[in-house]
């Protein structure tokens, strides 16, 4: 090779790999990240519990979703669940179940818009896997807390058969892990609060099913950040809530809070109010059996427009 034609390589080397490295970044996402063409993304029965694999009964599926209005009402992000026997039947073939959940978070508009705080459970039954979907306002650091939420409260219950009690407990530990954190809008660790995860925390929920519908009582132990006392000021004060009456799409739910300081026996206790429920576009009739109506349901009075961009956790049992 001549000295000029060697000059030349060298020159046009780092060209070439600029262009190549281009042509890789350039090229059109994958068939998994957007939903199969012809085929719509379900709509959901309300904001809170959309049940389409039809895994839980009329009781369960109520407590869940006065669960899930609790929070809301307590601290203003949104949270949903959404059961599916298979999402290739529901605009999701193809698709893996992190993008699909995405695409299912997007569409309908899960949290708020300005925060983007939303939160989605999404179940596929028959892959037995699960999903935490996340706003995106929610850090890096969320998606390996989302995952703990699985692997601690969510999965072991989904092994043992119980998915209305590992819903639950799921709930229940999003809001104690990544909501209560994310609202106080500090720095969080990967692992923080974790190491005082309950065990037994999914049967317990699970047994919750045999309270009577009427008055249908649901206590969780609400987030474990550390609390000040007003008495002494020690960060030992406790919180448990109790919905007393649920709420419904008719009428407003009550409740009760009580405080309890483990250094100065610190008590104290006030009501609040469980946000009235929305229903949209579809319901469950007396015999258990789901009707729908017509029509696309948007964002209004249940969603506000949040969107995710693909953060959260999957996990299978």
């Given at each position: 090779?001549?000295?000029?034609?060697?000059?030349?390589?060298?020159?046009?080397?780092?060209?070439a790999?600029?262009?190549g490295?281009?042509?890789?970044t350039?090229?059109?996402?994958p068939?998994e990240?957007q939903?199969?063409?012809?085929?719509?993304?379900p709509?959901?029965?309300s904001?809170?519990?959309?049940?389409?694999?039809?895994?839980?009964d009329?009781v369960?599926?109520a407590r869940?979703a006065?669960?899930?209005?609790?929070?809301?009402?307590?601290?203003?992000?949104q949270?949903?669940?959404?059961?599916?026997?298979?999402?290739?039947a529901?605009?999701?073939?193809?698709?893996?179940?992190?993008?699909?959940?995405k695409?299912l978070?997007?569409?309908?508009?899960?949290?708020?818009?300005?925060?983007?705080?939303?939160?989605l459970m999404?179940?596929?039954?028959?892959?037995?896997?699960?999903?935490i979907a996340?706003g995106?306002?929610?850090?890096?650091?969320?998606?390996?807390r989302?995952?703990r939420?699985?692997?601690?409260a969510?999965?072991?219950?989904?092994?043992?058969?119980?998915?209305?009690?590992?819903?639950?407990?799921?709930?229940?530990?999003?809001r104690?892990?990544?909501?209560?954190?994310?609202?106080?809008?500090?720095?969080?660790?990967?692992?923080?609060?974790?190491?005082?995860?309950?065990?037994g925390?999914?049967?317990?929920?699970?047994g919750?099913?045999?309270?009577?519908a009427?008055l249908?009582?649901?206590?969780?132990?609400?987030?474990?950040?550390?609390?000040l006392?007003p008495?002494?000021?020690?960060?030992?004060?406790?919180?448990?809530r109790?919905v007393?009456?649920?709420?419904?799409?008719?009428?407003?739910?009550?409740?009760?809070?009580?405080?309890?300081?483990?250094?100065?026996g610190?008590?104290?206790?006030?009501?609040?109010?469980?946000?009235r429920m929305?229903?949209?576009?579809?319901?469950?009739?007396?015999?258990?059996?789901r009707?729908?109506?017509?029509?696309?349901?948007g964002?209004?009075?249940?969603?506000g427009?949040?969107?995710?961009?693909?953060?959260g956790?999957?996990?299978?049992?």
């Amino acid at each position: 090779m001549s000295f000029r034609a060697l000059v030349l390589a060298v020159t046009l080397a780092p060209l070439a790999f600029s262009m190549g490295a281009y042509a890789q970044t350039s090229d059109p996402p994958p068939a998994e990240s957007q939903p199969a063409p012809g085929l719509a993304l379900p709509q959901p029965a309300s904001d809170t519990v959309t049940d389409l694999a039809d895994v839980l009964d009329p009781v369960a599926e109520a407590r869940i979703a006065g669960l899930l209005a609790a929070t809301r009402a307590e601290t203003g992000v949104q949270m949903v669940v959404v059961t599916l026997p298979d999402i290739a039947a529901h605009g999701g073939a193809g698709m893996r179940l992190d993008a699909y959940a995405k695409a299912l978070f997007n569409n309908w508009g899960i949290g708020d818009a300005e925060r983007n705080d939303g939160i989605l459970m999404l179940v596929a039954t028959e892959a037995r896997e699960v999903r935490i979907a996340l706003g995106s306002g929610y850090d890096a650091v969320y998606d390996g807390r989302a995952a703990r939420v699985l692997s601690t409260a969510v999965l072991p219950a989904f092994r043992e058969g119980q998915l209305a009690a590992g819903i639950e407990a799921g709930i229940a530990s999003s809001r104690d892990r990544l909501i209560a954190p994310f609202l106080e809008g500090r720095p969080v660790t990967l692992t923080e609060g974790f190491e005082q995860e309950e065990p037994g925390i999914a049967p317990w929920l699970g047994g919750a099913g045999a309270v009577g519908a009427g008055l249908l009582l649901m206590i969780w132990r609400s987030a474990r950040s550390k609390k000040l006392c007003p008495r002494c000021g020690e960060a030992t004060l406790n919180r448990t809530r109790e919905v007393i009456d649920p709420a419904t799409v008719m009428s407003s739910g009550s409740g009760i809070e009580h405080l309890s300081c483990s250094s100065c026996g610190y008590v104290d206790r006030k009501s609040f109010t469980v946000g009235r429920m929305q229903s949209i576009g579809s319901s469950r009739s007396r015999d258990g059996n789901r009707s729908s109506s017509s029509g696309r349901s948007g964002r209004s009075g249940g969603f506000g427009g949040g969107r995710s961009s693909g953060g959260g956790a999957s996990g299978k049992w």
